[in-house]
């Protein structure tokens, strides 16, 4: 079984699938590529990814800033 089929199997958790929507809303409302706010954030392109679909949480670290 290889990652991806691991975030598949994995329930999403309802805090970080709003989190993650708010996060692409707000990107897409300011017109940000997901690139732009990657490096913005300091995070790579599939991690951005993944919060903004749920998979992954997003730290404190990262939205703090």
Known sequence: MDIL??????PKDDADVRVGRRV?????ERS???AELAAKA???IGALSQIERG???LR???IWP
């Open 5 to 10: 089929d691991q975030a598949a199997d994995k």
């Open 24 to 28: 692409r809303a707000l990107r897409l």
């Open 32 to 34: 940000l590529s997901l």
């Open 42 to 44: 300091g995070v790579s």
């Open 55 to 57: 998979l992954s949480s």
């Open 60 to 62: 404190v670290k990262v």
